[in-house]
Structures are given as structure tokens and as C-alpha cells.
């Protein structure tokens, strides 16, 4: 058995094990300070790659969405397992776990789906002019207001997030997070629509 780690609330990064790289989103939940907000970070990064690539809007959608189905499979998945694996030294199960950010990860895509929504409804429709440069219509803008809303909103857990984190095992995790998620995405889109208008 894995000795605890030397700080009371951190679970011992061993074993090392399939389960334990889902759940923290391959080992970024162990990271220190905010796990949370490091286990947002990697819809954001490859969001932005797709970008800079070139993908149209349809493929960054696409990539979300598989990416948001994938991270909510594992959430629930492994809910019972991570209740366990994660415990106190004490031995008492933790429902949701720091190192556990996978539900940061699938609620982050999840807000991010507004942005190839937005672009497709706002730009792609002329609702806004390609012609005329907006700051929100860059891309380091627009990721930047989606990580730092649905950050904003997993903390502060609008209804039904808190309601919905009460539900057993990896459903609570998971459901809270894509509620705040949802919630990003809709004030991004409002406030990317009142802004460009």
C-alpha cells in the first residue's frame, strides 16, 4: 500500500495506473497550486493549436466534442474507483478529490463549445463583419474569456451545480462541472453578441 503523501491533503501520486492518469487528467490534478485550474488548461491548449492550424469551425467542434464525451466517460467510469483510490490517509472515501480533474477538463469543453457556435452564428453568418477586427474576435481573446468564466462559475457553482454535485459518485463530479460549463458558454456567447454588435 502506498504510504500518504507528506501534506495531509494530497493523495499519494502512486499507483501510477491507467485509472489514475484518466482521472487526473494525465497527471495534472497532482500539479500544485489550483489542480482545478490545471485540469482546465488542456481543452483550452488544444482548442488553440486547432486554431492555429487552421481547422474550421466544424472540426474544433468536433474535437470538443469528443474530447467532452471522453473526459464525462471516465468521470463516471471510474467515480467509485476514485472515491477509494484518492481517500484520506485516514482511510475515508473522498467523493471529489483534488488530484480527480477530469470533470474540469469535460466541463471546460463543454464552455468552449460556444466557441466555433459563435463563430459559425457571428462571423460565418455576418451578424459581425469579418471586415472589422474586434478583441473578442481573436482567438487568444476568446479562450481566455471562456477558461476564466467557467473557472469563475465552478467556483462560485450557480444553481442546479450545487444541487447536481450532491448525486453518488462520479455523476456529482462530473455534473456540476458541465452546469458551470454550460453557464460559461451561455455568458460567453452574450457577451461576445453584445459586444460586437
Known amino acids: 500500500m502506498a504510504k ?4 495531509k491533503n494530497r493523495a499519494p501520486l502512486k499507483p501510477l495506473n491507467v485509472p489514475t492518469l484518466a482521472l487526473s487528467t494525465l497527471g495534472l490534478g497532482f500539479l500544485r497550486p489550483a489542480p482545478g485550474t490545471w485540469g482546465s488548461l488542456p481543452p483550452v491548449v488544444i482548442v488553440f493549436a486547432c486554431m492555429l ?16 464525451i471522453a473526459s464525462s466517460a471516465v468521470n463516471v467510469a471510474f467515480g467509485r474507483y476514485a472515491e477509494t483510490r484518492f481517500a484520506l490517509p485516514d482511510g475515508t472515501p473522498q467523493k471529489d478529490a483534488p488530484e480527480v480533474v477530469i470533470d474540469e477538463t469535460a466541463g471546460q469543453s463543454l464552455a468552449l463549445l460556444a466557441i466555433p457556435i459563435e463563430a459559425a452564428l457571428l462571423l460565418e453568418n455576418g451578424w459581425v463583419s469579418p471586415d472589422v477586427p474586434h478583441i473578442l474576435t481573436h482567438p487568444e481573446v476568446f479562450l481566455a474569456m471562456a477558461f476564466i468564466l467557467f473557472r469563475a462559475l465552478d467556483t462560485l457553482k450557480p444553481w442546479p451545480a450545487r444541487a447536481l454535485e450532491k448525486l453518488p459518485h462520479g455523476w456529482g463530479v462530473l455534473l456540476d462541472d458541465l452546469a458551470a460549463g454550460a453557464y460559461a458558454g451561455i455568458a460567453h456567447g452574450l457577451i461576445y453578441f453584445i459586444a460586437t454588435r
Open 53 to 68: 492550424a487552421g481547422a474550421s469551425t466544424q472540426q474544433v467542434a468536433v474535437v470538443l466534442i469528443i474530447l467532452l
Open 4 to 7: 500518504p503523501h507528506k501534506n
